[in-house]
């Protein structure tokens, strides 16, 4: 059974490109769930998929931000016209019964703007 | 609003030495679940326990075991006979909702 992944692990841009990031989840989770770590602190919620459902995108950070999971299997992140505090890592999860339970993690994509 | 805190930012201890990592949270909800990752140097989020507010018994697993005290708002965490190997970040998390409230993540350094 494969866990979660991510693609890419890492990405380098420069300031005002727009990047995507790609997560598989668990193939027989149906939740999937977008958070963000910078340095030092723990992740942040950004937003959360029940199927190709997106249920909670109050917290994506700013309207640069956006998610879709079209088929609700795979996920895509996009960020328009990055800036350098969107430098972070970028980590994937999902689950399956209901939102209580366990998430399991992706190892993330790292973004460094320029 | 929910609120995770890990007041130790690091600890650092000599290998065999037992450490406790401590974790204080706020929330409103009657039930609700609390959680434990552990974040090596290679970065990936590993799960560690899942607890749910009806359920104070403490836990055991191997090495590491885990207090959870309603009374107090904790969910605390102590690693027996550490390794090198537990050298990591650990997170403490509560539900919110959809999505997980993490806290701040404690260092642990384990010294040969």
């Known amino acids: 059974d494969t866990g979660v992944s991510q693609d890419p692990r890492h990405k380098i841009t420069k300031r005002g490109q727009n990047v995507t990031f790609r997560c598989d989840p668990i193939?027989?989770?149906?939740?999937l769930y977008w958070y963000r770590q910078t340095l030092g602190q723990g992740p942040e919620f950004l937003t959360y998929?029940?199927?190709?459902?997106?249920?909670?995108k109050s917290r994506l950070l700013s309207d640069r931000f956006s998610a879709e999971r079209p088929k609700g299997s795979f996920s895509t992140l996009e960020i328009q016209r990055t800036e350098q505090g969107d430098s972070a890592m970028y980590l994937c999860?999902?689950?399956?019964?209901?939102?209580?339970?366990?998430?399991?993690f992706g190892p993330g994509t790292r973004l460094t703007v320029l | 609003a929910q609120k995770v805190t890990q007041a130790q930012t690091e600890i650092s201890v000599v290998e065999k030495e037992d450490v406790t990592l401590d974790c204080v949270y706020e929330t409103r909800d009657t039930t609700y679940y609390l959680f434990w990752y552990k974040q090596p140097p290679s970065g990936e989020l590993v799960f560690l326990i899942r607890?749910?507010?009806?359920?104070?018994q403490n836990e055991i697993s191997g090495r590491y075991s885990w207090n959870f005290q309603k009374s107090t708002s904790s969910f605390n965490f102590t690693i027996t006979a550490s390794q090198v190997v537990d050298s990591a970040v650990y997170f403490c998390a509560l539900s919110e909702g959809f999505g997980l409230v993490f806290g701040a993540g404690t260092i642990l350094r384990v010294k040969s």
């Open positions: 998929f029940q199927n190709e459902a997106q249920l909670e």
């Open positions: 607890r749910n507010s009806f359920d104070e």
């Open positions: 999860a999902s689950n399956g019964q209901t939102s209580a339970d366990t998430q399991y």
């Open positions: 193939s027989e989770h149906n939740r």
